[in-house]
Every structure is written in C-alpha cells, then in structure tokens.
C-alpha cells in the first residue's frame, strides 16, 4: 500500500454521461460490464489495481467497478488506496472467490456497494444507478 495519506482530488469532470472504470482481470468480464453499461456510461477498463490508481490520478471517474482478486495491486488493496486517496469516489466491489467473504471485508473497508459473481445484468444497472444518484 502507498505510503502517501494525502487526499488527491477529481480531475474536472467533462459534460456527457457518467464514467464508470470496469476493473477485472479477466477481459470478458470487462467486455460484459461494458456491454452492461453502454451506452448510458461512459466506460473505461483496467485490468489491475495499479491501472485502477492510474486511471482515477489521470482521468474523471465517477464511479468504479472493482474485482478484489486481481494481479499486481489487488482489489482489498486498491480500495483501501481510493478510500485515502478519493473518499468522494463511489466503489461497487465484485468477487466471485472465497464465498462472498471478501465483500464483507471489502463493505466493512469502505466500498460502497457489492455483487457477488456471477450477478445479473439487472442488479448490476440498479447498483451502478443507486450509486451514481447518491454520489
């Protein structure tokens, strides 16, 4: 985990539809959030949390959706980062290992919202519109 506690804030957010940054290893998994979320969101991909950090430093995110077993910087870890870094940004968490035992800890962390893998295209709408609206 950084060893920097320093609160960065939201690169400024260009006019159009939300962006949501779709975070898995496993390419299609992203491919699906994707078709999901288009075209109501703009969505963007990582394959990593170190992409993850990256992309939020570099670009708008309203929203991220993010995997918790992944390789280089893991999901856990990558949420606890955002949480210093961007308390203001909203995170869906998702996993489909260890029986949902990583969503609670990733709840009890921080992330706003969780969907146990695999989950449906309808409850994975109403979470990202549920998030959005109270962000």
Known sequence: MSGTSET?????RPAGPPTVLVADDQEEVRDLVRQILEPQFQVREARNGREVLDEVERLPVDLVILDLVMPD?????TLQILRCRRPDL???VMSGAFGGSFLQCARLLGAHAALKKPFSCDALLSSVHSLLQAA
Do not use: M
Not at 8 to 12: C, K, Q
Not at 73 to 77: D, K, L, Q, R, S
């Open 8 to 12: 960065n804030h939201a690169p400024d």
């Open 73 to 77: 910087v893991e999901g856990i870890e």
């Open 90 to 92: 909203r995170v869906l």
